[in-house]
């Protein structure tokens, strides 16, 4: 069973703990389960970054993004189950999120395994268990499976020098892909950027922002490069039923920054598109085959067709982690079905007569002929997208 540990993590100085920096005052969980806070980590300048996962002494720190943005609150995961847990419950969620997550997960649980001092084989066998257990958790977002396979890889090429390399070598590699994510991302913001038009009223759904990734975002991450290039960007943010990651997570992530967001209902998309209110559309992606079908939160292929109804550009924004050229289209991407108590009820309220069935598949396919362009930490690509996406990929790394 996964052991579920909830501690609290200093990240701030003290009035940080206690307020936002609007100065109201926060909740965190080591005041309300009565724990003390852990890894006192002070460091004024993260004030005003949103810290979505970090690799500490204690554990692996993260922002619960499913008590947001009532509640800023961080947990300590001092095992690779509980790690596994966040990801399959969504108090971490987002593609690149959820790799980085997987990553120090699979490092958590060789450094405890270590310290046991087992046998290489005994290790051998326990890593085996733990990249099964990450494996399981969510299956549509391929870097899930690139952590995996990446400390999988590290962990046969230190092999032969022993344990405590491999525990090391892991422990460097997990925050490798935390630092390369942020870079990435970064990298994307400043190639996809030059898409937007100054002015531009911008369309997004989900949350494929700082909180999808380790940081900076990638749809997002465009979006603050723009506004960072002097560019007045406004955008709108579907809510993204059934789990209000547009209207809870992007909403709260691009007022933190400042930007100008205007939350709407994903049915109202259409609406504002037509009356000429949309200037364009960006999204990220859980997984993009190799012809350019993208898999995203569901809701995405609506707006994709929508937004080609209307004359719209759409644009995808993902890492090359996110590629999955194994596969011709997006007909092989598993889609996700999650429990359908999440389309029946909102926020643990009923919505819908008892009894009544309902489905909910997290994700949808968009075809790569409504897609623009695809934004990467390796440049901007375009259809033809079978050869576009696989030159980007033999390409050195930025
Ligand atoms: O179910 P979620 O919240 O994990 O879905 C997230 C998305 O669909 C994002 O758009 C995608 O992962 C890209 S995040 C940079």
Redesign the pocket.
């Known amino acids: 069973m996964a052991r579920f540990k909830c501690i609290g993590a200093i990240y701030c100085a003290p009035f940080y703990l206690l307020h936002d920096r609007r100065g109201r005052r926060r909740s965190h969980d080591w005041n309300f389960y009565g724990a003390h806070p852990v890894g006192s980590k002070v460091n004024l300048c993260v004030e005003f970054m949103i810290r979505t996962i970090e690799w500490t002494d204690a554990g692996v720190v993260m922002l619960d993004q499913k008590r947001l943005p009532a509640e800023e609150i961080y947990h300590t995961y001092d095992d690779y189950e509980g790690v596994a847990e966040a990801i399959r419950s969504?108090i971490i969620?987002?593609?690149?999120?959820?790799g980085v997550a997987a990553a120090m997960g699979l490092a958590l649980g060789v450094k405890n395994a270590a310290d046991k001092s087992p046998s290489i084989e005994e290790l051998d066998r326990e890593f085996e268990t733990m990249c099964s257990v990450m494996a399981a958790t969510?299956p549509t977002?391929v870097n899930l499976f690139w952590a995996i396979d990446r400390m999988k890889a590290v962990y046969a090429r230190v092999r032969p020098h022993g344990i405590e390399a491999i525990r090391n070598a892991l422990i460097d590699e997990a925050a490798a892909a935390y630092r390369e994510d942020i870079e990435a991302n970064r990298a994307m913001g400043r190639a996809g950027q030059a898409l937007i038009p100054d002015g531009a009223r911008v369309l997004t759904?989900?949350?494929?922002?700082a909180l999808?990734?380790a940081g900076y975002?990638?749809?997002l991450g465009v979006i603050r490069a723009a506004v960072e290039a002097g560019k007045k960007i406004s955008v709108f943010a579907d809510e993204t039923r059934p789990?209000l990651?547009g209207a809870r997570l992007t909403a709260w992530e691009l007022a933190h920054d400042g930007i100008p967001v205007t939350v709407i209902t994903d049915n109202m998309a259409g609406h504002f598109m037509k009356k000429g209110e949309i200037d364009c559309v960006i999204?990220?992606?859980?997984r993009i085959a190799a012809n350019g079908d993208v898999a995203?939160?569901i809701g995405?292929y609506s707006v994709a067709v929508l937004a080609k109804e209307n004359g719209i550009p759409f644009y995808v924004a993902?890492p090359v982690s996110?590629l999955d050229l194994s596969i011709p289209d997006g007909s092989h991407i598993p889609i996700e079905e999650r429990n359908p108590d999440e389309v029946r009820m909102i926020q643990g309220v009923a919505i819908t007569p008892q009894g009544i069935p309902a489905a909910n598949p997290?994700?949808d396919v968009t075809p790569a002929r409504y897609v623009g362009a695809i934004i990467t930490e390796r440049g901007v690509v375009h259809a033809l997208y079978e050869e576009s996406l696989r030159t980007i990929t033999q390409m050195e790394k930025l």
């Open positions: 969504m969620r987002g593609a690149p999120a959820i969510r977002a759904h989900c949350n494929a922002g999808a990734t975002g990638t749809a789990w990651q999204v990220g992606a859980d995203n939160k995405t993902a996110t997290a994700f």
